[in-house]
């Protein structure tokens, strides 16, 4: 048996399954990334395109730069998928639109040599909220 995680954007318009495990779980600390989402990073579950099924919506695409397509909702513009063809039939989504994102525990980095100097995400704990 398999494991299924389910996901959608801040409005509900766009939904979307993945059956198996992730192929990799990363923070992303590049500034596409960054003004992508005006998050000081980001984290992305990997799934083979075979894997995810669009069940409810679509997801609207920009070009962001040479090979790289962003994903988003049109309605929310909640910021959903990263897709690049240096890793082709692989999809790259956003941690924060799946439903358990708890379950989806990040094991690496990626372009840490980008990392903004004073992020640390091993050490973030605790909130004044």
């Not at 990799?24 to 005006?38: A, D, N, Q």
């Amino acid at each position: 048996m398999s494991d299924t995680f389910e996901g959608r954007c801040l409005c509900g318009a766009v939904r979307f399954r993945a059956a198996g495990r992730p192929k990799w779980v990363l923070w992303c600390h590049c500034e596409s990334c960054r003004r992508h989402t005006g998050a000081p990073a980001s984290v992305f579950v990997a799934f083979d395109d075979s894997s995810v099924t669009v069940t409810s919506g679509a997801i609207s695409k920009y070009n962001s730069s040479p090979g790289v397509e962003r994903g988003f909702c049109a309605r929310c513009g909640s910021t959903l998928t990263c897709a690049n063809q240096r890793r082709p039939n692989e999809t790259h989504f956003h941690l924060g639109a799946f439903e358990e994102p708890e379950k989806l525990k990040p094991t690496g980095e990626a372009f840490a040599g980008e990392r903004l100097p004073w992020l640390r995400p091993e050490a973030a704990s605790g909130s004044p909220v």
